[in-house]
């Protein structure tokens, strides 16, 4: 997926000062590309996120999401939007980062994926894989990494609806984005949607 960024001092100070008591420009910020932008808020990140789920994030997620098998079978590098459903085997929240350990068809009772299910969601998966978020977009990278941590805000927010309870065993489907798995390790889910599809037989 994509990076986003985040957010100095004695010298700004001093500069105003002078401009103050010697002349009556204004003195507006300057962009990155030394362009006078004309505003001086700073970046939020919540509010960029905000402005760009609905209309942007999960309508990229609806269209160019691929399927948990294809993508087990495929072993594609780097983040990707996937859908799919699995078999929950077990439910782990013995830290803050919460999964769901699922097994996808052709169920074999054997974890393929673990979805996160927070309350702590971490990394920058879902940034990354939405391919409409650059870098390029940011004026840094400190507010690259603010847009990641706001998705994923936006993600634990909208997981605290989801009740963990009683889930061993039910078929649960999904979307969101999906990280490299480390070494031997499980393919992690960032869900944007989550549901029960069926319960434990």
């Known amino acids: 997926m994509k990076p986003h960024c985040f957010r100095g001092a004695t010298f700004p100070a001093m500069v105003s000062m002078v401009l103050v008591s010697c002349t009556p ?12 932008s004309g505003q001086s808020r700073p970046f939020d990140a919540g509010q960029y996120v905000d402005s760009i789920w609905n209309a942007k ?3 990229a997620i609806s269209a ?8 087990l079978r495929s072993h594609r590098a780097g983040a990707v939007l ?3 459903e699995g078999r929950v085997l077990r439910v782990d929240t013995s830290s803050r980062t919460g999964m769901l350990m699922i097994d ?23 940034r990354d ?4 978020i650059q870098f390029s977009q940011f004026v840094n990278q400190l507010q690259f990494a603010q847009v990641g941590n706001a998705l994923n805000d936006r993600v634990s927010s909208a997981l605290k609806s989801f009740s963990n309870q009683d889930l ?7 979307s969101g984005a999906a990280g490299q798995p480390s070494e031997g390790g499980l393919l992690e889910i960032v869900p944007v949607t989550l549901a029960v599809k069926r319960g434990r037989p």
């Open 82 to 84: 996937v859908k799919g």
């Open 64 to 71: 160019g999401a691929v399927d948990l098998t294809e993508l």
């Open 129 to 132: 894989a939405l391919p409409f």
């Open 25 to 36: 420009w204004t003195v507006r910020p300057i962009d990155k590309s030394g362009v006078d």
């Open 57 to 59: 994030a999960l309508p």
């Open 104 to 126: 996808a068809e052709p169920y074999d009772g054997r974890p393929d994926a673990a979805v996160e299910i927070g309350p702590v969601i971490r990394g920058t998966t879902l």
């Open 168 to 174: 061993a065993g039910s078929i649960v489907v999904f």
